[in-house]
């Protein structure tokens, strides 16, 4: 099973939407409140150790 790690904002959409897109997934995560240190925006996810970047890449690697 994949996991991933979701780098979130308190009352963030994007985030939010996120969260769900992995659920709809099947992709167990974990949720770091804040901004990842390299990344300007939240959410910022990466999956399996491979970062991913946020709410549109993920998006984008479901069509794939």
């Known amino acids: ?3 991933a790690v979701i780098y979130t904002i ?3 959409a994007w985030c939010h939407r996120a969260k769900k897109l ?3 997934m ?3 995560y ?4 804040g901004k990842h240190p390299d990344h300007p925006t939240a959410p910022y996810i990466i999956i399996d ?3 991913i970047g946020g709410f549109t890449e ?3 690697s479901v069509r794939r």
């Open 1 to 3: 099973m994949k996991t």
């Open 10 to 12: 308190p009352q963030c």
């Open 22 to 24: 992995l659920e709809l």
């Open 26 to 28: 099947g992709i167990e």
């Open 30 to 33: 974990e949720e770091r409140l």
């Open 49 to 51: 150790g491979q970062p």
């Open 58 to 60: 993920l998006a984008d």
